[in-house]
């Protein structure tokens, strides 16, 4: 079975949104940066799954009923997409060349 792309990451909004939140982000994966490694972002994850929370998928930051702020899109790596986002099609991430100075 061929793997249809939902229409909305095809509209205008959310293009706009994801270059938004990469240019933000440094196009950097937040998820291999919290790791210690540098892996440049390709992919923005919806911490709030679209499927769960349809409010929320053009929201970058939510507020939860505790007054707290919880980020919303987090700019990462393909591979962190698929093992945070949907580890049911990927396995665990391979590894990432560590993190130094020179490549921060």
Do not use: I, S
Request: overall charge positive; proline content about 5%; charged content about 35%.
């Amino acid at each position: 079975m061929k793997y249809q792309c939902d229409p909305f990451y095809n509209r205008a909004a959310w293009r706009r949104l994801r270059q938004e939140v990469l240019r933000e982000q440094h196009y950097e994966c937040q998820y291999c940066k919290a790791r210690g490694y540098y892996v440049k972002a390709t992919h923005v994850h919806h911490e709030y799954h679209r499927d769960k929370y349809p409010q929320y998928e053009l929201t970058k930051y939510v507020v939860q009923r505790d007054g707290t702020v919880k980020r919303n899109l987090t700019a990462c790596c393909r591979d962190c997409h698929e093992t945070v986002g949907h580890p049911d099609r990927m396995g665990r991430a391979e590894h990432k060349p560590p993190l130094t100075e020179e490549k921060w």
